[in-house]
Structure formats: C-alpha cells, structure tokens
C-alpha cells in the first residue's frame, strides 16, 4: 500500500529531537512530526508527550519531491470540539469568549475575511480595555493607602 497525502497510519516513533519526533511507517519509510503537530496543546518539551518506541497514528501531512515526508499526531486525533465550535459560534455577537483564565479572542465569523487592519484594530482596542481595567483595580487598592500616607 503506498502513502498519500491525507491518509492516516499507524508508525513507531524512531528519534525525538527537540523540534519534532521521527516516525518509522510501512514500507521501511520515515516521516518527521514537528513539535507543534505533536498535540492540540503547547509542547514545551517532546519527551512530556513521546517515547522511543512508541506506537501511534499520524496523518500524513505532505510528501515532497525530495522523498521527505510531514506527519501530524495531533490531526490524527478524532474531532472532539466539533459540536463545541458550534455552540460557541451562536453563542453571542461578540469576538471575545470568557474562559477561566480571561478573554481570548475569537477569529470573526462572517462569509468576508476581515483585513489584517481590522483584525489588529480590534486586538488593540480589547488590549486597551484589559489595561484601562487594570490600571483602576490597581488604584483603587492602592489609593487608600496612599491617601493615609499623605494626612500628617
């Protein structure tokens, strides 16, 4: 069975590097997974997620002229969140959505691509209300100690 583009297999991881793991498939083939096809979240180091020997799925993502072949672990994964984006996109108007940590921005979701412009206009003016915010809860816990200073 021959490889192509989009297909998932199964390999064994033969070498972990610090930006990415090589994986033995079918036919004595090698692909590379890049650290940031590993897992749907950040990978600080590989090793947290990858052993030498292990088996695991990957979907092939390229295979170039030269015979050099991109996987992705992380795409091979089943789609989870599926019906999660769903419900975030009705969810309100807003490009924001609050998460535990604080606002994350939302890509717009509209039939016409919004311009790089647009985009960082919105990242900033976001920017500047977390600031603004910022800037009055560390007055206000600072003011009245400021204030008793002052009174001699």
Known sequence: MSLEVGMIVEGKVSGITKF?????????????VHISEVAP??????????TEG??????????GDDGKISLSIKKA???????????NRGASSSHRQRSSSGYEWQPQR??????FEDMLS????????????LKRANESRRGSSR???FQK
Request: hydrophobic letters at 25%; glycine letters at 6%.
């Open 20 to 32: 990415g793991a090589f994986v033995d498939l079918e036919d004595g083939k090698t692909g590379m």
């Open 41 to 50: 979240t950040f990978v600080n180091d590989i090793k947290d997620h990858l």
């Open 54 to 63: 292990q088996s695991v799925k990957v979907k092939i993502l390229s295979i």
């Open 77 to 87: 994964l089943p789609q989870q969140n599926s019906n999660n984006n769903r419900q």
């Open 110 to 115: 509209s039939s016409e691509p919004s311009s």
């Open 122 to 133: 919105k990242f900033k003016q976001t920017s500047d209300e977390k600031i603004s915010n």
């Open 147 to 149: 204030r008793g200073n």
